[in-house]
């Protein structure tokens, strides 16, 4: 294979988006084959999610031995996590340690925004705009962009009157000791939210806290890492990877099969109350197989949790409304320290949205309905644009099928949420429609990183040039993820994992949910295959990964349908 390079736009082997774990492993799997590699990240070092979400409390809720990279033995011995949930500033310097260790900063231009990536069929090469009117050129083209790295647009009403200190937790520039003393509002109640709002209150003169929709805010129980279970972890690190690769949740799995009224009420009870001291992924939402199939099977969880809401918090007021009112699970489950504790300060107030909502801003306070709030600072924690903001931010572009928004006006559709027909030699690192969203991203990154490039392997070892999904292979993932998610109660919950957090943003659940173990095996089956639903040079081999999807299944011990529920329970945690 020749490149066509010109002084003026030099061609490499892989271009790639983003600096997070997502790019620097791609950057490392292209150097291992071979291949010349060029990475765009808009922010000035390494880091992706991690380098932004520097808020107060940002930590991560999957626990960090398992958060971590595992395609480098050496690697994963050499570092030693602090803390069972390692705060933003350590996961930072472990990605800070990757680049520096393989060398991989060198294969990025940073302080660089993409801002058009065009296809040129008659050379098969993508053509990258980057924010200083500089073009790069390159046969493949991966979205390493990350699925929450665009920051909701800003939807709170009458924002502009207010002249206080605004900050977002996606975009946190300022220290916590510039709240100290300050009357502080944060709006939102989502992960980040909720990781911030314990420690601005111990600063703060005054905290209110506006919630639209309460969550499950499950104890983090985070700890320090105990050296002899950092050396137990370490002597055994390959195997737990490898459990975690074929697991439902990218951890190690602690299976259940039976149902919620298969046990006694106080049975139920008692295992709720120890899965609640357990907390994590496979905590109460975990505990029984049917939790995230069942209405009424959930409920017996919710209600338990409900409860637990109304021990801690000594107003029962307060208490309500911050009971959670949609399917334990049915939306991404929240971790914190002594977050519902929070509430029993003197110095911290909860205003509900759906009582009384948010109608505008004066340059010194927020006016609801029914009440106005003086305050000084106001911190936004509202969320992302997840895996389409990012994606379209890069305005891909063919001549055959426009812009991918334009595509997906309807709504996402992915191959295996890695490719999407009509954008050739395109490939998203774990996109949307991948277990991304339900699992440990990073080992779902892995994953994706792998397959792809395995796939670009195979076609660069036969001479093909230009990689496809096919509209029908396409269509068969399609129908894989929706028929999977409609099985549960995610159908049933509004929130970023269908995109209903963004007006205007059509409805496609944003994640493949039948269980990282099950994605990794059809992947891999797929390949063994010789691709089905991917057209390599124009030629195509039939789809059919709806047949896979079932063999797959079918080649465990539990029916299909058992399988997926399996796999979803212990996606699902809290
Ligand atoms: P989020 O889960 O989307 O939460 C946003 C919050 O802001 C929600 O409570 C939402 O209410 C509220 N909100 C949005 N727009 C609003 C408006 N105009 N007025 C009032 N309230 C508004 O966003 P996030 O907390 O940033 O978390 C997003 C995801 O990032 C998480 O689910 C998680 O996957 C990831 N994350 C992980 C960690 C971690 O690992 N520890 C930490 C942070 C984030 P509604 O629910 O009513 O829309």
């Given at each position: 294979m020749t490149d066509t390079a010109t002084p003026r736009t030099p061609v490499v082997d892989v271009l790639c988006v983003g600096a997070g774990f997502s790019g620097l492993y791609a950057a490392y799997k292209a150097r291992e084959h071979g291949w010349t590699f060029a990475g765009f990240e808009k922010a000035p070092d390494v880091g992706g999610t991690w380098f932004w979400n520097t808020y107060p409390g940002a930590r991560c809720d999957v626990e960090s031995i398992y958060y971590s990279y595992s395609f480098d033995e050496e690697l994963?011995?050499?570092?030693?996590?602090?803390?069972?949930?390692?705060?933003?500033?350590?996961?930072?310097?472990?990605?800070?340690?990757?680049?520096?260790?393989?060398?991989?900063?060198?294969?990025?231009?940073?302080?660089?925004?993409?801002?058009?990536?065009?296809?040129?069929?008659?050379?098969?090469?993508?053509?990258?705009?980057?924010?200083?009117?500089?073009?790069?050129?390159?046969?493949?083209?991966?979205?390493?962009?990350?699925?929450?790295?665009?920051?909701?647009?800003?939807?709170?009403?009458?924002?502009?009157?207010?002249?206080?200190?605004?900050?977002?937790?996606?975009?946190?520039?300022?220290?916590?000791?510039?709240?100290?003393?300050?009357?502080?509002?944060?709006?939102?109640?989502?992960?980040?939210?909720?990781?911030?709002?314990?420690?601005?209150?111990?600063?703060?003169?005054?905290?209110?806290?506006?919630?639209?929709?309460?969550?499950?805010?499950?104890?983090?129980?985070?700890?320090?890492?105990?050296?002899?279970?950092?050396?137990?972890?370490?002597?055994?690190?390959?195997?737990?990877?490898?459990?975690?690769?074929?697991?439902?949740?990218?951890?190690?799995?602690?299976?259940?099969?039976?149902?919620?009224?298969?046990?006694?009420?106080?049975?139920r009870q008692r295992r709720y109350e120890a899965a609640y001291e357990r907390s994590g992924f496979l905590g109460v939402g975990a505990e029984f197989a049917d939790l995230l199939f069942d209405l009424e099977a959930n409920k017996t969880a919710a209600d338990f949790f409900r409860g637990k809401i109304h021990e801690i918090v000594r107003d029962q007021k307060t208490a309500?409304?911050?009971?959670?009112?949609?399917?334990?699970?049915?939306?991404?489950?929240?971790?914190?320290?002594?977050?519902?504790?929070?509430?029993?300060?003197?110095?911290?107030?909860?205003?509900?949205?759906?009582?009384?909502?948010?109608?505008?801003?004066?340059?010194?306070?927020?006016?609801?309905?029914?009440?106005?709030?003086?305050?000084?600072?106001?911190?936004?924690?509202?969320?992302?644009?997840?895996?389409?903001?990012?994606?379209?931010?890069?305005?891909?572009?063919?001549?055959?099928?426009?812009?991918?928004?334009?595509?997906?006006?309807?709504?996402?559709?992915?191959?295996?949420?890695?490719?999407?027909?009509?954008?050739?030699?395109?490939?998203?690192?774990?996109?949307?429609?991948?277990?991304?969203?339900?699992?440990?991203?990073?080992?779902?990154i892995e994953q994706s990183v792998d397959w792809i490039t395995d796939l670009i392997a195979i076609a660069r070892a036969k001479g093909i040039e230009v990689v496809e999904a096919t509209v029908e292979g396409q269509n068969d993932w399609v129908n894989i993820t929706e028929l999977t998610v409609n099985q549960t109660l995610y159908a049933t919950t509004d929130s970023w994992y269908r995109g209903s957090n963004v007006a205007g943003k059509p409805s496609t659940f944003m994640g493949y949910v039948g269980g990282v173990g099950h994605y990794r095996r059809i992947c891999e089956e797929i390949a063994r295959r010789g691709y089905p639903g991917v057209a390599l040079d124009g030629r195509s081999v039939a789809a059919g990964i709806g047949r896979i999807d079932e063999e797959v299944a079918e080649a465990t011990p539990a029916t299909a349908s058992e399988e997926v529920h399996a796999e979803v329970a212990t996606v699902v945690g809290g």
């Open positions: 994963q011995k050499e570092w030693t996590w602090s803390e069972r949930f390692a705060p933003q500033a350590e996961i930072l310097s472990y990605i800070n340690h990757v680049a520096d260790r393989f060398d991989l900063r060198r294969h990025f231009q940073f302080d660089t925004k993409v801002t058009e990536a065009n296809w040129l069929p008659d050379e098969h090469l993508w053509e990258l705009t980057l924010d200083s009117g500089a073009k790069r050129r390159g046969r493949y083209l991966l979205a390493g962009s990350g699925g929450l790295s665009t920051p909701k647009d800003v939807d709170v009403p009458g924002l502009q009157n207010f002249s206080g200190l605004v900050v977002s937790t996606s975009r946190w520039n300022i220290s916590l000791d510039d709240l100290a003393g300050k009357r502080v509002a944060v709006i939102g109640t989502g992960s980040s939210g909720v990781q911030c709002i314990p420690l601005i209150a111990k600063v703060a003169e005054h905290l209110t806290v506006f919630q639209r929709t309460p969550n499950y805010v499950f104890p983090a129980r985070n700890a320090p890492m105990a050296p002899e279970v950092v050396d137990e972890i370490k002597s055994k690190y390959p195997d737990i990877r490898q459990e975690c690769r074929y697991s439902p949740g990218g951890i190690p799995d602690r299976p259940v099969t039976d149902k919620a009224f298969d046990v006694s009420d106080e049975e309500t409304l911050l009971e959670p009112q949609f399917p334990l699970g049915a939306k991404r489950s929240c971790f914190g320290t002594d977050y519902y504790e929070t509430f029993n300060r003197p110095n911290v107030s909860l205003v509900s949205l759906r009582d009384d909502p948010l109608t505008t801003m004066t340059a010194g306070s927020i006016v609801t309905e029914h009440s106005e709030h003086e305050v000084d600072a106001i911190v936004l924690a509202i969320g992302f644009d997840a895996f389409t903001g990012p994606l379209f931010g890069l305005n891909v572009t063919t001549p055959d099928s426009g812009r991918l928004q334009d595509a997906w006006s309807d709504g996402v559709r992915t191959y295996l949420g890695m490719m999407t027909a009509g954008f050739p030699n395109f490939f998203m690192i774990a996109g949307p429609q991948s277990p991304a969203l339900a699992s440990n991203v990073v080992m779902t």
